[in-house]
Structures are given as C-alpha cells and as structure tokens.
C-alpha cells in the first residue's frame, strides 16, 4: 500500500520539485500552498507524513505542527526551512517533529527522512496495538464513582464527559498508574512525548500542559486535587485516601 504524503509549501517550484521526488519514489503525493489548507486536508485525510515548510504567510509551520499533533498525533512532520537556527530546532523537537531539514534538501535527503519517518510511525503503531491487546486494565474508577477510561482517553461521571487529547490522555495515564511518586519535569516530559530535554526546557512543556489537564478535570475534585506540584522538582499524583485529608 502507497503511503500517503502531504507536501506543503507556499512557494510553487518548491512545491512542484518535492511533489516530483515523492511520486518518482511510488508514494502518493498532495501538495498545498499554506498552513490553512493543510490543516483542513489532516481533519478529512489519512496523511502518513507532512512535509512541511517553517516560513509561510497566515499559518506558519510551527503552528501547522501545533494543530496536527492534536488532531492527527499518528501523522509523521518533517520540517523545511531556509532560516535555520538552533531555537527553531528545539523548539520543533519540542513539538514532536521528526526531522528538520534545511533547504535546499538533495532528493535523497528527502527520500530517507520520509523512509525514516515511515518506519517510526509503523513501529509506534505496532507497539500501541501490541500495547492495547496486553493492557488488562484500561478503566479506573475513584470512590467518588468518576471513570478514567484510558484507552478511550475520556473522563466520566455524574452526568458530565470530558475528551482528554493524546498528551493528556498519556500524561494522565502516567499519573495514575503511579500514585504517590514524585516525576521530575523531565522524566514527565520523557514518558509523556518521548524525547529528553533541560529541566528547564521541560517545565516550559509541562506547565501548559498540566494546565489544561487539570482545567478538564476541574468538574472531577477527586481526580482534580490529586495532580500537586512538588516545588522545584516536578509533580505527584496523591494517593486517594491523602487527596482527601
């Protein structure tokens, strides 16, 4: 089966030159010209891997990642630019970018990233089935009778549902599997995305977050309360019965 590509680049001999060494090379190629097209062509898609340029008008490409990590986590990025430098690159590491090329880029540079990013992706998928048919237990439920399902990654109980994102699905995951240990921002960081940064890299990640996974469990006190921050190191996810104390 062909993989699917997306190309996405505003400039169109650009566009027209990476679309080219794609479909030689057998894969099945879209092309667009700015980050808002690609957006709507991820939310009705299958893409395997996003080519996709850094300096565009409207969307640019960090943004394009921003939104595809959320809708589309499984869609490999590799990202092009002319401007690089060594804040853009950590940044797109930050963001779960799998590769980062400077233009211009030779055609076999292009073709091995893409492989490389094919065989991650198959690789990652392999592992969450194998993971998914192993798991025995998928469901918590807290005393205060609210359900965590993490397969589904929703939250439930008393009449309200909350849809967790793949970061926060996983990350919630780490938290409850684990009551009472203490992680570091980095480990979180490491077991969450599943890449290495600075301590203090990692609290830039994690603070927002956190945020917002707590903002969803707001309407859960049993779960809420749970996620403390331990000054300076990281974060613990209490024990039921010291939550309540």
């Keep these: 089966m062909k993989a699917n590509i997306l190309v996405v680049?505003?400039?169109?001999?650009?566009?027209?030159?990476l679309s080219d060494i794609l479909r030689l090379e057998g894969y099945t190629v879209v092309s667009v010209a700015n980050g808002e097209l690609a957006v709507e062509h991820l939310r009705n898609h299958s893409v395997d891997v996003v080519l996709l340029d850094l300096k565009m008008p409207g969307m640019n490409g960090l943004d394009v990642v921003q939104v595809?990590?959320?809708?589309?986590?499984?869609?490999?990025?590799?990202?092009?630019?002319?401007?690089?430098?060594?804040?853009?690159?950590?940044?797109?590491?930050?963001?779960?970018?799998?590769?980062?090329?400077?233009?211009?880029?030779s055609p076999n540079q292009i073709l091995e990233s893409v492989q490389r990013a094919l065989t991650r992706r198959e690789v990652r998928l392999?592992?969450?089935a194998s993971a998914a048919s192993n798991e025995e237990i998928t469901i918590l439920r807290t005393r205060d009778g609210v359900e965590v399902d993490l397969s589904r990654r929703?939250?439930?109980?008393?009449?309200?549902?909350?849809?967790?994102?793949?970061?926060?699905?996983h990350l919630l995951k780490v938290f409850v599997e684990n009551p009472g240990k203490v992680f570091s921002h980095r480990d979180?960081?490491?077991l969450v995305q599943g890449y290495d940064v600075s301590q203090r890299e990692?609290?830039?990640i994690l603070r927002p977050l956190v945020s917002r996974l707590r903002h969803k469990l707001e309407?859960?006190?049993?779960?809420?309360?749970?996620?403390?921050?331990v000054r300076g190191t990281?974060?613990?996810?209490?024990?039921?019965?010291?939550?309540?104390?």
């Design 154 to 169: 929703t939250v439930s109980g008393a009449g309200h549902i909350e849809n967790l994102t793949p970061a926060e699905g």
């Design 9 to 17: 680049d505003d400039e169109p001999i650009a566009r027209q030159s």
């Design 126 to 128: 392999q592992e969450r």
């Design 219 to 229: 309407a859960f006190e049993g779960l809420f309360e749970r996620i403390v921050s």
């Design 188 to 190: 979180l960081v490491l």
């Design 68 to 105: 595809a990590n959320q809708i589309v986590p499984d869609t490999e990025i590799i990202l092009l630019t002319a401007y690089g430098s060594m804040e853009t690159a950590v940044e797109a590491l930050r963001q779960r970018v799998h590769d980062y090329l400077l233009k211009p880029a």
């Design 234 to 245: 990281g974060y613990i996810f209490e024990m039921e019965n010291a939550a309540k104390k």
């Design 202 to 204: 990692a609290q830039e």
